[in-house]
């Protein structure tokens, strides 16, 4: 009865530790999708910021 028991402590164990693991995975491969997001359309939005920015009149 007991080494059951360790034996399911175990394995729940384990499981844990692979949720664990798995969700650090999808963090990081959301991080790199942001990062590539940021970095391919960063010059873009810059460049449009600025072409908006040089059209705004201002009047004192």
Known sequence: ?????????L???SDRG???VEYG???ALIAIVIIGAV???GGNLSSLFNTASS??????
Not at 1 to 9: F, T
């Open 18 to 20: 692979a949720t664990a």
């Open 55 to 60: 059209k705004v009149t201002v009047t004192s």
């Open 39 to 41: 970095t391919l359309l």
């Open 11 to 13: 394995a729940l164990k």
């Open 1 to 9: 009865m007991l080494a059951r028991l360790v034996k399911l402590q």
């Open 25 to 27: 995975l999808m963090v």
